[in-house]
């Protein structure tokens, strides 16, 4: 990859601030004759090496107090960097905050026009994509009025529609779409999905796993400051979810983990097929317009992307998508009924646990989760070292065809409410077939029908 193919090259790049206990002790070092230091030096970025390529659409995940602010910072230019070189090509517009770089006493309309001015934008450009902002944040009469008097949602709206209609060849997203309405929030979707068609470069911050999942082709995890861990972004947001629900004592030595963890080479690669899968497929796909065939199981068919929290010590059993007579299957047709069943053997006391399951796409965007008897509610029985329980979980297969991802989780209660205690995603696939030929597409299948008079 050459210099003219990145957008963002980052070597090296460290930032380093000075914490004082008081305003005291920062007055007694300015002032201090021998300059004797009353501080401690924390580095809110270490040794940054990052590049990002020209059309990319990266996700930054890491969870407070990691850098992710301070790294978008730094390569937006509105802080320098302590040490370390950055190279930014093209115009860079960072949404780093809501109403960030508005003044609480212009309105609205007088917030757009001075935001495009110190991002070197004259009046009279501004003036030319003016209605093409007002219309994208649909705030109505609202933009005559001082900004203090927005709500947050109002105040993300326009921030984001300045944002994005003044055409940044670099955008910069920092949690800024976890403000608003379901109906702004896919609007606002679209809109970024556009840019990466028009080849432009987005960096994304957010805590959402399905969001970083959904529109970005890489991410990269920040911990303490550090880049620990670059690839796919379903690779990336799998093991921060590790990392966000194990032990604090366990975190150490994932990190020590991640040093060494490397994603598949090809991030669309998410389960082993067998050489026999190919023939099974030319066959059932003959050409038939409805095709007799039942549910079936390939061998070796199974997921590479399995990532497992552990909180406790338990064995599971193979997680088997089963057909009603107990068939274990993983190519199943759309629209029957079927289970999920697996075993859990606890090799220590566990308590009162309550059990999910969720069932996600090869991209990690999720289609479906259950809690039983709900998130923070358990089952009756206390669980104890040597006791085993068989779960099966029943469902409609009303989904599209594709490959489908399993995941299962089990809480438990704890002193201050409660915590995973196992998780495990990928755990398992399966493959939806449909026994129709029909122009269909999507993950859910409503049976769509039609009349026409």
């Known amino acids: 990859m050459t210099n003219q193919d990145l957008a963002v090259n980052l070597k090296g790049v460290s930032k380093k601030y ?13 002032l201090h004759p021998l300059k004797k230091s009353f501080h401690k030096e924390f580095f809110a970025l270490r040794d940054i090496d990052l590049q990002v390529r020209r059309g990319e659409i990266l996700g930054i995940v890491g969870m407070n107090g990691s850098g992710k602010s301070t790294l978008l910072k730094i390569i937006s230019g509105i802080i320098p960097p302590t040490s370390g070189e950055v190279s930014v090509s093209g115009n860079v517009v960072p949404l780093l905050e809501l109403g960030a770089g508005f003044n609480p006493e212009f309105t609205g309309m007088e917030n757009i026009y001075f935001y495009n001015s110190i991002l070197g934008y004259s009046r009279k450009q501004t003036q030319e994509i003016v209605d093409k902002i007002i219309d994208f944040a649909e705030i109505g009469d609202f933009i005559h009025q001082p900004l203090k008097t927005y709500s947050s949602g109002m105040k993300a709206r326009l921030s984001f529609a300045v944002s994005v209609n003044i055409q940044p060849d670099i955008l910069i997203l920092d949690e800024v779409l976890s403000v608003g309405d379901e109906l702004f929030k896919r609007k606002s979707y679209a809109k970024i999905e556009e840019f990466f068609k028009a080849g432009k470069t987005i960096l994304f911050v957010s805590h959402s796993a399905q969001s970083v999942n959904q529109l970005c ?12 861990l670059e690839g796919p972004a379903k690779f990336i947001t799998m093991n921060y979810q590790k990392l966000i629900f194990s032990r604090p004592e366990q975190k150490k030595q994932l990190l020590q983990e991640f040093r060494t963890l490397k994603p598949q080479e090809d991030s669309d690669d998410l389960h082993i097929i067998s050489p026999q899968y190919q ?3 030319e066959e059932v796909f003959s050409g038939n317009d409805t095709y007799q065939i039942k549910p079936f199981l390939v061998k070796n068919f199974s997921p590479k992307s399995t990532v497992v929290t552990r909180n406790v010590e338990l064995v599971l059993s193979p997680v088997r ?20 069943s697996y075993t859990l053997s606890f090799l220590e006391n566990i308590g009162y646990i309550s059990l999910g399951i969720s069932l996600t796409t090869e991209k990690g965007i999720s289609v479906s989760w259950r809690f039983f008897p709900t998130v923070e509610k358990y089952f009756q029985k206390s669980y104890r070292n040597g006791d085993s329980v068989h779960v099966k979980w029943k469902f409609t297969c009303n989904l599209m065809p594709d490959n489908y991802f399993i995941g299962i989780v089990v809480r438990r209660q704890g002193e201050e409410g409660g915590e995973v205690a196992f998780r495990a995603s990928d755990i398992q696939v399966f493959k939806v077939i449909s026994e129709k030929l029909v122009s269909r597409g999507g993950i859910y299948d409503p049976d769509f029908s039609m009349t026409l008079k």
């Open 279 to 281: 023939e099974v497929t």
């Open 18 to 30: 000075k914490l004082f206990r008081s305003k005291t002790d920062r007055m007694k070092e300015a």
């Open 321 to 340: 998508v089963e057909t009603l007579e107990g068939e274990e299957v993983n190519h199943i047709i759309a629209g029957r009924d079927y289970h999920i």
């Open 217 to 228: 082709s890489r991410a990269v995890m920040l911990v303490d400051g550090r880049l620990v």
